[in-house]
C-alpha cells in the first residue's frame, strides 16, 4: 500500500479511503466487522463514515448511526484505533426535528459529540460538513469547528460537495478569523462525471487540499454489471439503493464509456470495476478515492485495482467517450444526484 500526504497536513493515508455508508444496511455487522478487519490487514488506514450512514435502504429514517456505532466496535476489537485516520461527517437531518440537520454550531457540536459516543472514541482524525448550505454564514460552521479542535475532540477538518469557490471562502473565513481550516473535500468524481476538472481540482491542487472522490466508479455502474435495455440486476445499489437511476444513466453515452472500461479492462487482464477505480486513483490531485465495498470480494477487488497502470494512450482513448471536465450522468453539484431515491423518499444533494 502507498500513501499520500493528507493535503497540506503531514497525515499519511492509504490510496483508498474505505467508505462505511453500507454498513448497517445493505451489510450486516457482522459482514460489515470483516470488511474493516480485511480491509486493514490490506493496508488501508484511512476509513470514513458519516452520522447519518447505517440506514434502512427500504426507509432512510431508520438505522442513522450503525455504521458509526459498528465502526467502533470493530476498531474496538482489533485495537487499531490509534493507526486509523478516522473520519465521519454531519448534516444531514438525524430525526424530524428541524434543528437536528445543517451546519450550525447546535448542529455540529451536538453531532460531533454523539459521532464520538458511536465511534467509542476520544476524537475523530477528520470531520466533514456533509453538504454545502447557504442558509447559514460559514463563519458559524467555522467557529464552532474551530472549537471542537481547540477541545481535541477533531484533528482536522474537511467538506463534502462544495463548489470551489465555497472553499475559497471558507478559506479567506479562516484566516481572517484565525480560525483552523478545512484540508480536504470529498467530490463527486467519475467517468461519468469529470466537471470537478474544471475549478475545483485545480482549487486543491493550488491550495494543498486533499480530494477525496466518492462514488469513482459511478455507484458500481461501470463494474460492467448493468446492460443496455436490461433492468438493473438483483441486489444491485441501483435496484435497492438507488432507486429510479436507471434513467440517468441507461444512456448511449453512459454505455460508450462502459464498453470502453470494459475493453480496457481485457487487455489489461483486470474487471471493469479495477479500471474504472484505478483511472480515478490515478488522476492527478487526488488524494484517496473513497471504495464502498458491501463484501469482502469488492474489497478485495478494490485493493487489486492498485496494480493497474494507465498509460498515456490509454487515457487519450478514455477521453474521446469520457470528455475532461464534462458530465455524462450528474454527480457533482446542485444538480447532481437529483435523480436518487431512498425508498420512498428523494433527497436533492
Known amino acids: 500500500m502507498e500513501f499520500n500526504n493528507l493535503g497540506r497536513t503531514g497525515v499519511k493515508v ?8 453500507n454498513f448497517g444496511g445493505r451489510a450486516d455487522e457482522t459482514d ?32 442513522r448511526g450503525r455504521s458509526e456505532e459498528i465502526v467502533g466496535k470493530a476498531l474496538k476489537q482489533n485495537g487499531q484505533r490509534s493507526r486509523i485516520v478516522l473520519a465521519t461527517k454531519a448534516y444531514f437531518a438525524m430525526s424530524d426535528d428541524p434543528n ?46 474551530d472549537d471542537l479542535v481547540q477541545a481535541g475532540k477533531v ?15 471558507s478559506l479567506w473565513v479562516s484566516k481572517e478569523y484565525r480560525l483552523n481550516r478545512f484540508v480536504c473535500e470529498q467530490p463527486a468524481y467519475n467517468l461519468l462525471d ?16 486533499a480530494i477525496i472522490p466518492w462514488s469513482p466508479t459511478a455507484g458500481g455502474f461501470l463494474s460492467g454489471k448493468y446492460r443496455r435495455a436490461m433492468p438493473s440486476p438483483a441486489g444491485s445499489r441501483f435496484q435497492e439503493f438507488w432507486k429510479a437511476a436507471e434513467q440517468p444513466h441507461y444512456s448511449e453515452a453512459a454505455f460508450a464509456v462502459l464498453d470502453l472500461v470494459e475493453t480496457l479492462s481485457q487487455e489489461k487482464g483486470c474487471t471493469p470495476y479495477q479500471l474504472a477505480l484505478a483511472w480515478c486513483t490515478q488522476q492527478p490531485g487526488v488524494t484517496s478515492p473513497i471504495i464502498g465495498p458491501r463484501t469482502k470480494q469488492h474489497l478485495a477487488d478494490a485493493l487489486e485495482s492498485l496494480t493497474v497502470q494507465l498509460t498515456a494512450q490509454d ?17 457533482y453539484g446542485y444538480d447532481g444526484m437529483a435523480w436518487v431515491t431512498w425508498g420512498p423518499h428523494k433527497f436533492r444533494w
Open 100 to 145: 437536528a440537520q445543517g451546519s450550525s454550531r447546535r448542529h455540529v457540536i451536538e453531532q460531533c459529540e454523539a459521532s464520538l459516543r458511536r465511534l467509542q472514541t476520544d476524537h475523530i482524525d477528520l470531520y466533514q460538513l456533509h453538504h454545502p448550505t447557504n442558509e447559514i454564514p460559514i463563519d458559524e460552521t467555522l467557529r464552532a469547528l
Open 155 to 169: 484533528r482536522y477538518l474537511g467538506t463534502s460537495s462544495f463548489a470551489a469557490w465555497q472553499i475559497i471562502e
Open 315 to 331: 487515457l487519450k482513448r478514455i477521453d474521446v467517450v469520457a470528455p475532461p471536465g464534462r458530465a455524462i450522468v450528474p454527480y
Open 194 to 209: 469529470r466537471r470537478v476538472e474544471r475549478e475545483l481540482v485545480p482549487m486543491a491542487q493550488t491550495y494543498g487540499i
Open 14 to 21: 492509504s490510496r483508498l479511503c474505505l467508505g462505511c455508508m
Open 32 to 63: 460489515s466487522i470483516g470488511i474493516i478487519h480485511s480491509a486493514l490487514d490490506g493496508g488501508i488506514n484511512f476509513i470514513d463514515t458519516a452520522n447519518v450512514y447505517g440506514h434502512d435502504p427500504a426507509n432512510f429514517s431508520l438505522g
